[in-house]
């Protein structure tokens, strides 16, 4: 669990490291055609609201409170669309089964320290 202030910290971090990035287009195929709110962010603004001792992903509402900060934040039917089919997918990644040598991105920066890549 992390203060406003830690939050402040991590999303920086995110944005440095160009994890926000990498996240961003690993979810590229779940973003609609006329969609306003880019995935990568509304899962990391899901992430940040569950550092900051959220247990929902209605409580990026917390995030919402204060735009100057962290941005535009999704609505609450906005991120249920996102992670509900997200969910649906299990332990598949973007490109299917993350075991497969076929990586998303996404798997391959997270799993890239481990792996030597």
């Known amino acids: ?20 990035q990498a996240i961003s287009a690993a979810l590229t195929p779940w973003r609609k055609p006329r969609a306003s709110h880019d995935p990568g962010k509304i899962l990391l603004d899901v992430a940040l609201a569950v550092a900051m001792n959220g247990d929902c992903p209605a409580d990026v509402g917390v995030l919402r409170a204060e735009p100057a900060v962290f941005g535009p ?35 391959r920066l997270a799993l890239g320290r481990r792996e030597g890549a």
């Open 1 to 20: 669990m992390v203060s406003q202030a830690g939050s402040v910290l991590l999303a920086k971090t995110v944005r440095k490291s160009g994890l926000g």
């Open 73 to 107: 934040v999704a609505s609450d039917p906005t991120v249920s669309r996102l992670v509900n089919p997200l969910a649906a997918c299990g332990d598949k990644d973007v490109e299917g089964d993350p075991r497969r040598p076929g990586r998303s991105p996404l798997t």
